[in-house]
């Protein structure tokens, strides 16, 4: 199965309509159960905001299995969530230049 990394941007983060925008999306060849993965993924997630311009808001990065025309699959996706499957997947806050509080993986 092909994978690839996603940037979605938060919409709402604060009330309970809150939904993700897609704004990026890279195949990779990392597994979506790989922990190292995590790195790399915070990284790319980084670069790509760094190099846009996204402002202040928090958004949402996760290691996602590809669909058949080469997007990201949401639904294979929550299916390993629900196999209880260790998924690569985690927020961060962006200031428009940089990470707010950047949040170390333990």
Do not use: K
């Amino acid at each position: 199965m092909r994978n690839t990394m996603t940037l979605y941007r938060v919409v709402n983060p604060d009330s309970l309509g809150s939904y993700t925008e897609l704004l990026h999306h890279e195949p990779t060849d990392e597994r979506v159960d790989e922990p190292a993965a995590w790195h790399r993924l915070r990284s790319w997630a980084l670069a790509v905001l760094s190099r846009t311009e996204q402002r202040f808001g928090m958004y949402r990065i996760a290691l996602m299995p590809l669909d058949r025309d080469g997007a990201p699959d949401e639904q294979a996706f929550h299916d390993l969530i629900t196999a209880d499957v260790d998924v690569v997947e985690d927020y961060l806050c962006w200031s428009g230049a940089s990470e707010l509080v950047p949040a170390p993986r333990i």
